[in-house]
């Protein structure tokens, strides 16, 4: 039996709330009297978790549309293309230009080529405005159907014609340079191997990356900073990297129209860019970072970004936990600590998973630092009600070391001594065990099992020794990273 397209289903689940108000309103013009029917199946299916076609049929049993609910589907599907076309073409300075230049084509049809000329020259400075390259063979195109060419005016007609196709092939050529890196960074292989250089030279993209080849729009610009910044990350050049971001977020604000028409392209520079003050430890840039980033909401030019609230949240709470812990803050981010679990359970059904899954962790271990150890606590079994820890194992394996700790700083201390058993057979099953896991083990056994302050002490004065040159050995680095065991054995004592 065919499985039930969830097509309809994916494409309502993506629709903004604007978007979903203006469907609304484009339903009632365009379907006559059907409206009510069609919106009915809208409101069903937007209501669904998880697409249920049976669901959907049992509930219009009553509803006329039963009886043809695949034609049903199909028709409300190309509603919902129609509405967004039209609600993303009235926001889009490029869909406007289209419109005109076709209008432009239907003018002079009509033999009116004085009002065609009119359009075509205001089309002509929204092009250059905004750089809309794509358009410009198309405007001359039109602009050659004009009457009263002469021979002067066709070789400046001409000499147009080749540089706009030589702008587009460099353009081009900038584009799948940016689109090669970022190809190459997200399968995560390491340029050391020359791989990458060898298919850009085999591209011809080479010289581009050299530098020895400029960019001729702001398109290109924005293409080359955001290839090279990548380049240089994947090289461990943070340094050169966090200069190109820089100058790569300095273009779009110095050339608003670029925000209108890449705001995506921004969002993901500013996020490059604030992991680069973050790995180089310029924490006051970063905090000035943060705040741009959670005002990108407020700015109009952001709205049409899906899910864009969740995206800012995401990456900010991240950013601002890391930094915390970073710097040992942990009295100082203790106060927005509640904010980030409430945005947690708002947002986190659209984060992705590992940061669903991280952003508990260290709300724990923030807590922890802070000895509220039953807010730890909270954070942390919500972490480890998770049903599959295969998912992120390492996470998993120092959550349950995180738990352990916060059950014996409140005092259970038997409940901690029947968690360690089978801690440590997770951290022998790992493929990648370290050797502060077997210390915690057999140390916190003897803190357990010891007598009296006095012997608790020496304990703790012997693990924190230990651990010691451990702290400077780059094997361990991953495991301080979840959990600084040096810091805390020594307050902890």
């Given amino acids: 039996m065919k499985t039930p397209s969830s097509d309809l289903f994916q494409l309502i689940q993506s629709l903004s709330a604007p978007e979903q108000r203006y469907f609304r309103r484009f339903a009632g013009r365009h379907t006559a009297g059907e409206d009510n029917s069609y919106l009915r199946l809208f409101d069903l299916i937007i209501q669904q978790n998880e697409y249920d076609e049976a669901a959907l049929k049992a509930q219009l049993t009553d509803d006329p549309i039963a009886a043809h609910f695949a034609v049903t589907k199909r028709y409300l599907y190309g509603q919902i293309l129609?509405?967004?076309?039209?609600?993303?073409?009235?926001?889009?300075?490029?869909?406007?230009?289209?419109?005109?230049?076709?209008?432009?084509a239907v003018l002079i049809q009509k033999d009116l080529p004085a009002q065609a000329e009119k359009l075509l020259v205001k089309t002509r400075k929204k092009i250059q405005q905004y750089e809309l390259s794509a358009l410009l063979p198309e405007l001359l195109q039109t602009e050659r159907l004009l009457p009263g060419a002469t021979e002067d005016s066709l070789k400046v007609w001409k000499t147009e014609w080749d540089d706009s196709l030589a702008t587009l092939a460099n353009e081009a050529a900038f584009s799948a340079m940016a689109g090669a890196v970022s190809h190459w960074h997200l399968r995560k292989v390491s340029p050391a191997g020359g791989q990458l250089a060898h298919a850009l030279e085999e591209q011809g993209l080479g010289e581009l990356l050299a530098g020895t080849v400029a960019p001729r729009t702001l398109r290109a610009q924005l293409d080359d900073y955001k290839a090279r910044s990548t380049w240089h990350f994947m090289h461990g050049e943070p340094q050169e990297a966090y200069r190109l971001n820089r100058l790569h977020i300095a273009l779009f604000e110095q050339?608003?129209?670029?925000?209108?028409?890449?705001?995506?392209?921004?969002?993901?520079?500013?996020?490059?860019?604030?992991?680069?003050?973050?790995q180089l430890q310029h924490f006051e840039a970063l905090a000035d970072g943060i705040e741009k980033l959670k005002a990108l909401p407020q700015r109009s030019a952001f709205h049409r970004i899906p899910n864009l609230e969740e995206k800012v949240f995401e990456q900010s709470a991240l950013l601002e936990l890391n930094a915390c812990i970073a710097r040992a803050q942990f009295p100082q981010?203790?106060?927005?600590l509640p904010a980030i679990a409430d945005g947690l359970q708002r947002h986190g059904a659209k984060i992705a998973l590992h940061n669903r899954l991280t952003i508990p962790?260290?709300?724990?271990?923030?807590?922890?630092?802070?000895?509220?150890?039953?807010?730890?606590?909270?954070?942390?079994?919500?972490?480890?009600?998770?049903?599959?820890?295969?998912?992120?194992?390492?996470?998993?394996?120092?959550?349950?070391?995180?738990?352990?700790?916060?059950?014996?700083?409140?005092?259970?201390?038997?409940?901690?001594?029947?968690?360690?058993?089978?801690?440590?057979?997770?951290?022998?099953?790992?493929?990648?065990?370290?050797?502060?896991?077997?210390?915690?083990?057999?140390?916190?056994?003897?803190?357990?099992?010891?007598?009296?302050?006095?012997?608790?002490?020496?304990?703790?004065?012997?693990?924190?020794?230990?651990?010691?040159?451990?702290?400077?050995?780059?094997?361990?680095?991953?495991?301080?990273n979840y959990f600084d065991f040096y810091r805390w054995t020594g307050w902890a004592r």
């Avoid at 981010?333 to 927005?336: C, G, V």
């Avoid at 058993?421 to 099953?429: G, I, K, S, T």
């Fill in 255 to 278: 050339h608003p129209q670029l925000l209108e028409r890449y705001p995506r392209r921004y969002l993901m520079a500013l996020n490059n860019l604030l992991i680069d003050q973050f």
């Fill in 361 to 480: 962790y260290l709300l724990a271990y923030i807590y922890f630092e802070n000895r509220r150890f039953e807010a730890a606590l909270d954070c942390i079994n919500s972490l480890l009600q998770y049903p599959r820890r295969d998912v992120m194992e390492e996470l998993f394996r120092f959550a349950g070391l995180l738990n352990i700790l916060i059950h014996f700083e409140l005092g259970n201390e038997e409940l901690a001594a029947n968690l360690i058993p089978a801690a440590r057979r997770q951290a022998l099953r790992s493929s990648r065990p370290f050797q502060v896991e077997g210390l915690l083990f057999r140390f916190l056994q003897q803190l357990i099992q010891a007598p009296g302050e006095r012997r608790r002490r020496n304990i703790y004065v012997q693990w924190h020794a230990v651990l010691e040159p451990l702290r400077d050995d780059p094997a361990e680095q991953r495991a301080f």
């Fill in 333 to 336: 981010m203790l106060p927005l």
């Fill in 82 to 104: 129609d509405s967004l076309h039209q609600f993303h073409s009235a926001q889009s300075v490029e869909e406007a230009a289209k419109k005109n230049l076709h209008l432009a």
